[in-house]
């Protein structure tokens, strides 16, 4: 039996286009679209700059408008894109205006924050943060559900949203594990 390669090739590019574009146009159209949707209609979102979704985990990168509540955005996003996320683990990553002196005052305040996330003593973060901001022209806000610790830092013009799990990754005997 002689086999035509013109005929078998045609084939395998049709076959291949058809299978790897309905998975593009699925991915699109059920997933991304709805969960853009319920990101673009939550208070607070500026814009939503980028979507990917995987097996485990919906990781959203977002803008938002200044004094929003990266607490409250991350429940309704949670929640209005249940359908869409399911069991999967949500992910925001914020494109923050953050400005050298802020990013400076954050690595300053990092130590007394992660010494309170190692200890478990989450009460002690809004107390440390609002004593280092009293020393400059500084506005931080924290809030806290069950899953993150939210800090937003802002002054005035620039913000920094930062979100501090409070379950941390779990290590092996070895730290590269």
């Given at each position: 039996?002689?086999?035509?390669?013109?005929?078998v090739?045609?084939?395998v590019?049709?076959?291949?286009?058809?299978?790897?574009?309905?998975y593009?146009v699925?991915?699109s159209?059920?997933m991304?679209?709805?969960l853009?949707?319920v990101v673009?209609n939550?208070?607070?979102?500026?814009?939503l700059?980028?979507?990917k979704?995987s097996?485990t985990?919906?990781?959203?990168?977002?803008?938002?408008?200044?004094g929003a509540?990266?607490?409250?955005i991350?429940?309704q996003?949670?929640?209005?894109?249940a359908?869409?996320?399911g069991?999967k683990?949500?992910k925001l990553?914020?494109?923050?205006?953050?400005?050298?002196?802020?990013?400076?005052w954050w690595s300053s305040?990092?130590?007394?924050?992660?010494?309170?996330m190692?200890?478990?003593k989450y009460?002690?973060i809004?107390a440390?943060?609002?004593?280092?901001?009293?020393?400059?022209?500084?506005k931080?806000?924290?809030e806290m559900?069950?899953?993150?610790?939210y800090?937003?830092?802002s002054?005035?013009?620039?913000?920094k949203y930062v979100?501090?799990?409070r379950?941390p990754?779990?290590m092996?005997v070895w730290?590269?594990?």
């Amino acid at each position: 039996m002689k086999l035509r390669l013109l005929p078998v090739s045609l084939s395998v590019v049709i076959s291949a286009t058809v299978l790897f574009g309905g998975y593009f146009v699925y991915q699109s159209v059920a997933m991304e679209n709805p969960l853009a949707s319920v990101v673009n209609n939550t208070p607070g979102v500026l814009q939503l700059v980028d979507t990917k979704i995987s097996s485990t985990e919906t990781t959203i990168e977002l803008k938002l408008k200044p004094g929003a509540s990266l607490r409250q955005i991350y429940n309704q996003i949670q929640k209005g894109g249940a359908s869409v996320i399911g069991e999967k683990q949500l992910k925001l990553k914020v494109d923050s205006d953050s400005s050298d002196s802020l990013d400076a005052w954050w690595s300053s305040a990092l130590f007394d924050v992660a010494q309170a996330m190692e200890t478990k003593k989450y009460s002690q973060i809004p107390a440390t943060l609002q004593a280092r901001a009293a020393d400059s022209n500084l506005k931080v806000s924290t809030e806290m559900d069950d899953k993150y610790v939210y800090v937003t830092m802002s002054d005035g013009t620039q913000s920094k949203y930062v979100m501090l799990p409070r379950t941390p990754d779990k290590m092996g005997v070895w730290p590269n594990e």
